[in-house]
């Protein structure tokens, strides 16, 4: 490992300690103080991009922060975040909405937007394989760097635009998926097909997602326990672009794929890691990321008189 | 290119719209919903003496929000001490509820626990009577 790789690690812990510094203190910060009534609960898929077919229960709300960490050649290391706040509003319908934001290395912090999407579940029982429906409005700007999809060309190249330049590049954007998932044996697998569509007049973009994963242990044990194995999940993910509607698959598009794991800790409070890989030149070699979500049941019911 | 994304949104919405249609009409009756291949399934934790334990863990995490810390329901959700669950409703029937749910009622789809923790919060819920 040379001088430049030896700077370009620090400069990510750095970014790594900032992050923490600020938007995860905030949210264990968050889980502290959160009344002990305060039912949360956590059961989640270890996935970053992909979408799973479950639904936020109905009255639950689900708050959680997102980071990705890369160093692209040629470029400044980054953090890409993004707060979700994820409401179930029917048990077939889910609402949530994104406050996304970024730092790079030696340039600036910057908030790069809003996303909303919803999510309908067109078919009440579990199948072999269940479809959801999802439908977002971005207003995000080009300095965008959540990398909460891959579409279209999107590459490495994009996040050598220096901040100052890509913020003044607004992007409001449709983008539709369809999200499939199966149950099997305790795996989930879950893939997502995604077509964007920047409303200033670009073509349609394509993506696609693909997640697989279990926990380690299925049944649950009769006493409490911190770090026994069921309260993990572990799983693979890959995703990447498919091009656009003037030239489909998988030419100058960036792919990813990495191992991922969570963690469900005792006070309700879910931990997420996935180190993932740029599997051609066209993508970021390695994007790190990371999450803290907490649910909170029934949400609304605590502002209600005699609330539980 | 544009007509096909107009197509898709449109194809979209029908589908959005065919769902609220149905599940307006779904009236709740799940029991009658269980096919019987379904409800003649045996719980394999029955006879676990650690399965009602591990069940009550699962249901105070997941469950009791909405049916109360010992089961006996909520304002808007329904008592599991009830005759319909634990009379009429064999195990095989409540773990096709917890597979599938009752979405039209607000009861969500607890596939995401797996088969082993359907089965123990069962046992903790039958074990109530």
Redesign the interface.
Known sequence: MDLADNRSVVNALRILKLSFLTGHAALLLLGILLPSYL?I?C?E?PYFVTYSQ??E??GNLDIEMFNVVGNPQGGDSFIGSDVEFEY?L???WTTEFYLDGQATQNQSTIFTGFRWENR???????HWINPV?Y?EFEDINGANKSLKEVVGHDGRYDFLVPNWLARMDKERELE?KLILGS?V??W?ISENFI?E?NLAGD??EFGYAFGVSR?LQ???????CTFCAEKFQAGLEMYGGLGD?NGFGLHLTSQYLGPTINWSAPNGMTVAFSPQFGLNGYSIPVLYRFSVSYEI??FFSHFHRGG? | ?KN??AL??VA?LL??A??LA??AT?NGAWLANVPQRDRERVNP?RDQP?AV???R??FV??C???HGDNADG?KKRPSLKSARVQQEATDGDLHWLL??????Q????W???????IW?VICYVKSLH
């Open positions: 039912k609960d059961q898929y479950e639904m229960e109905p179930g029917k048990g077939w309908f579940r067109p078919l009440s029982r579990e429906l439908v539709l149950n044996r305790g989930n077509a569509k073509p349609w926990a299925l049944a649950a044990s009769a006493r409490e509607a049941q029934q539980s | 290119m096909g994304g898709l949104v979209m589908i959005v065919s769902s149905l599940f779904s934790y650690d334990a591990a069940g863990r699962i995490d997941h009791a929000h909405c909520t597979v599938n749910g009752n979405r039209g607000g009861m969500p789809s596939i995401k626990l797996g088969d082993p923790q123990q």
